[in-house]
């Protein structure tokens, strides 16, 4: 079996890799010797005050594992198996006289101490008070009882009483004073009390049981049923309640100050929805069953009395010495003590982790007095009440304080299908296989766009998609490091250090595309600020993502070509470098977070970097932004957009440059025409041939119109975008083509036997092609009208 700390070591290495910034010289093991003796201390001072006691009560029982587990650690499942129905004869009645049990455990049977109906059920009124004999136990008599718990509608309305293996029954058979029986050992073997079914596994037995149940006719029938199957969630076997005596923490003391933090506002949790079930929980909690029968863990700090009875007579102690001599104190010198063989459920000591690691119960230890409590948890919402909760209550119980102000549960990571992860299934992700892959950035980025508390399908999709996004970040990079001048250059830094970016006058007297990108700058950084102190993490990332690649990358680091490739102003050349570094250096920042390795390389990059970006300040918030400016540009966009879109309609060459008429009112031809130059590169125009007026140009009727929003319009001549005569070939060719297919379709749609025999979705999917097709006739018999006007306008 390998060490735990084989597999420490690998999440360690796996925390690593992943960029966690953590202090690595404070990492601690659940076993450090400081650690066990929090540990001891907590279960020494909960006894005293007797939150802690022993008992044999119902717990749940891993067979496999030989352990106790508590109710978190169950899961249930919906699973088909079988109901038995079983007839259990009336003591000194005929053979008519019996009762039939409905049960999905009949090997259960051993161990009925009772067998009950509904005070209200008028089918088994004459049997109540008399005796039942229990099936294949030699006549052993129980009696018949009444009581409102049963349902008369589950079954035949008769329960057999088992409260050594079922958790109701063992409820009430505590209220009625009803004998508990025990017919299993901890190996899921049935034990003497099942006579000649001793020693056989609970489900061999189950089979042999009602093999012999139909020879001796006591079998009535067998049918299928769904039940709730409770399985261990570490190793899936089915669990058994089983009575048996173990150590409890009462918890209602504990979760009502766990209660009131949240109340009171001491802690946050985010989603603020987990804060309902954290209530629900807490209120309804039941005392934890904190010893386990394992061989690794904390040892239990209780001491016996070799030839006492362990129940009534033990030691609590922080040590074996100290159980010596307070044993000593009260039985003599001559006294032996041994230890309680069992160890702590592993989440005792989890609950602890907020001040054990800092040197409680300590509490001058410099790190406990400098670091708790602590501000934030940030862990999964599925080990909220594992671990969360307890930490909450054992932080107030030991601390007076709450370990942490905010609790931020993230969502669980999932296959592609939305399956949980597990070996059996063979889908399990290793982070370090997908770092490999995609790089650690691309895999930060991708789990981090998750949203709080909501799990996440991890696809080669979305890896493949950011890790696309961590290559545009770098080529970003490239281009700025290309384009800025040689370090060595004093003059050209000197003049770009000139430019200050957070004044207001500085702001304005930036050309349209510079204060415009600026402007969408400090708005970001304003908006992922806000977003990151509310914890809205995927908000944060993707706005960041969305102003990179949108704004930054597709639009100003274009724009910028036309300032930086025609140098004619070595003025405007300066303002374009220092907006693209400002710009670019801040969105390192706002992506730090996420995507630390690739950030930090790139700004160590940038030249005249005195110090690394993870421990530069953050950006400032509220700096001047101009609104006019961005709706400006907004609209330098839009007429891009509409070129761009009528170029790709026509099939325009990509490199042919065409002519332009710009239309618009003098105020707004005022701005656009002065970024000319930007408009003719990003919409590949030709320079010489773009003109400014307020009224459509002669050419207006050869010419393509386009509206790009109100008040800027566009006239692109048609015989510079295309060949009139040949586009008229190809498009008549198309329509043809269109047509033909459109009649095909129509004629199906035209056909009763088509209609009414094909599936529906099959007609809807033929009818919805149908309409598209005659929408695409329409287009394109308008396009050639257009040309044919356009023909007999030039002739």
């Not at 899961?75 to 003591?91: D, M, Q």
């Not at 049935?190 to 079998?219: I, P, Q």
Request: glycine residues 6%.
């Amino acid at each position: 079996m390998s060490s735990p700390n084989v597999y420490g070591g690998t999440i360690t290495k796996q925390i690593k890799r992943l960029g966690a910034s953590c202090d690595w010289s404070r990492e601690r093991f659940t076993l450090d010797e400081q650690l066990s003796r929090a540990v001891v201390e907590a279960f020494v001072k909960l006894h005293e005050k007797g939150l802690i006691y022993q008992g044999s009560y119902m717990v749940n029982w891993s067979p496999n594992l030989q352990t106790a587990v508590s109710d978190l650690e169950v899961e249930y499942s919906e699973e088909p198996g079988a109901l038995y129905h079983i007839k259990y004869r009336v003591a000194g009645g005929s053979r008519d006289d019996y009762l039939t049990i409905a049960t999905t455990r009949p090997e259960t049977l051993f161990g009925d101490v009772a067998v009950a109906v509904n005070p209200k059920d008028d089918r088994y009124a004459k049997y109540i008070g008399r005796q039942a004999i229990v099936p294949m136990t030699y006549g052993r008599h129980v009696p018949i009882i009444s009581d409102k718990y049963v349902d008369m509608d589950f079954g035949t309305g008769v329960l057999k009483i088992s409260p050594g293996h079922d958790h109701n029954d063992y409820l009430l058979a505590r209220k009625l004073g009803l004998p508990i029986l025990n017919v299993m050992n901890k190996d899921g073997t049935l034990n003497e009390v099942a006579g000649l079914f001793c020693g056989l596994d609970r489900f061999e037995a189950r089979k042999k049981l009602w093999s012999d149940l139909e020879e001796t006719g006591l079998a009535v029938k067998k049918e299928l049923h769904t039940s709730r199957v409770p399985r261990s969630q570490r190793g899936g076997e089915i669990i058994e309640p089983l009575v048996s005596k173990q150590w409890f923490v009462s918890m209602e003391p504990l979760a009502e100050k766990a209660l009131q933090a949240v109340e009171k506002g001491q802690l946050t949790i985010m989603p603020e929805r987990f804060e309902k079930i954290y209530h629900h929980w807490l209120s309804n909690i039941k005392d934890w069953c904190i010893s386990r029968q394992l061989w690794w863990g904390h040892r239990i700090p209780v001491w016996y009395i070799a030839g006492k009875d362990s129940e009534e007579v033990y030691i609590v102690a922080r040590n074996a010495d100290e159980a010596l001599q307070k044993a000593q104190e009260q039985y003599g010198k001559n006294v032996e003590i041994y230890q309680d063989p069992d160890v702590l459920d592993t989440w005792f000591s989890s609950a602890l982790w907020p001040f054990s690691t800092l040197g409680w119960p300590d509490v001058s230890a410099e790190d406990f007095s400098r670091f708790y409590p602590t501000t934030m948890l940030e862990t999964g919402h599925d080990i909220l009440f594992f671990w969360v909760a307890r930490m909450v209550m054992m932080g107030i119980e030991f601390t007076g304080t709450v370990p942490f102000s905010y609790v931020y549960l993230h969502g669980l990571i999932r296959d592609s299908q939305g399956r949980k992860m597990s070996k059996t299934l063979g889908n399990v992700i290793d982070p370090i296989d997908t770092i490999g892959e995609f790089g650690t950035d691309a895999l930060r980025f991708t789990v981090a766009l998750g949203t709080a508390g909501q799990d996440l399908n991890l696809s080669t999709e979305r890896l493949t998609a950011n890790k696309a996004f961590t290559n545009k970040l770098w080529n970003a990079g490239k281009f700025a490091l290309q384009n800025l001048p040689d370090q060595s250059d004093l003059s050209a830094w000197e003049a770009i250090s000139a430019h200050k970016f957070d004044q207001e006058e500085a702001l304005l007297r930036l050309p349209l595309p510079e204060c415009w990108v600026v402007s969408k700058l400090h708005l970001l950084i304003d908006a992922v600020t806000t977003s990151y102190d509310k914890f809205f993490f995927g908000d944060v990332g993707r706005e960041t993502y969305d102003f990179f690649w949108g704004d930054f990358a597709d639009w100003y680091i274009e724009t910028s070509k036309a300032r930086l490739y025609h140098k004619e102003s070595h003025l405007i050349a300066s303002v374009a470098q220092a907006v693209l570094l400002y710009v670019f250096e801040n969105i390192l920042k706002l992506l730090h977070p996420f995507m630390p390795f690739v950030t930090e390389e790139l700004w160590q990059s940038l030249p005249n970097r005195k110090e690394a970006l993870m421990v530069s300040p953050w950006p400032r918030t509220s700096l001047p932004r101009q609104i006019h400016s961005i709706k400006k540009y907004e609209n330098l966009q839009a007429l891009t957009r509409a070129i761009r879109n009528a170029r790709a309609e026509y099939s325009v060459e990509p490199a042919k440059r065409i002519s332009a008429s710009i239309v618009a009112s003098s105020d707004v031809i005022d701005y656009i025409s002065k970024e000319k130059e930007v408009l003719a590169l990003l919409s590949r125009l030709d320079l010489d041939h773009v003109r400014f007026t307020e009224s459509p140009p002669g050419d207006a009727n050869r010419s393509v119109h386009l509206v790009a929003s109100e008040g800027l319009e566009a006239y692109l001549p048609l015989a510079d975008m295309v060949d009139i005569s040949a586009e008229l070939q190809r498009l008549s060719k198309r329509l043809s083509k269109m047509q033909t297919e459109y009649d095909g379709l129509v004629s199906r749609l035209n056909s009763p036997n088509f209609v009414e025999k094909a599936p529906e979705d099959v007609v809807r999917g033929v009818r919805e092609k149908a309409e598209e097709a005659k929408e695409k006739i329409t287009l394109t018999k308008n396009r050639l009208a257009f040309l044919e006007l356009t023909v007999l306008v030039s002739e």
